[in-house]
């Protein structure tokens, strides 16, 4: 089966900094495009950040120069290291995964996600 299990999040303080990981597992993560979203209630889901198989990244405009997505294809692993992180960067994170393999393009697997606060 496939599954997506990001680590702990975790309660910090604004300005500081803080690292998130996914492990994949169960399908042919190198040929995957790999997301982050996050989702805070009674707000609209937002794409993050997102790396390809070939590693070209983007970014949201609320994160872009704070935010880094990277990849460990040996790992089956995706991270997203979060700089200066503000109040609103508060929400639940989710690892996405967006296959490109013919058979199943276009499908999404998603992590059950994990809490992030930052507040004073």
């Known amino acids: 089966d496939v599954q997506l299990v990001e680590s702990r999040g975790g309660l910090v303080q604004p300005g500081a900094a803080l690292s998130v990981s996914c492990q994949g597992s169960?399908?042919?993560?190198?040929?995957?495009?790999m997301r982050w979203y996050r989702q805070t209630p009674g707000k609209d889901r937002e794409l993050v950040a997102s790396i390809s198989p070939t590693w070209a990244t983007n970014y949201s405009d609320s994160v872009k120069g704070r935010f880094t997505i990277s990849r460990d294809n040996g790992k089956n692993a995706v991270y997203l290291q979060m700089d200066s992180l503000k109040s609103d960067d508060t929400a639940v994170y989710y690892c996405n995964a967006l296959s490109h393999i013919g058979w199943n393009n276009g499908i999404d697997y998603w992590g059950t996600g994990t809490l992030i606060v930052v507040s004073s």
């Open positions: 169960g399908f042919s993560f190198s040929s995957y495009t």
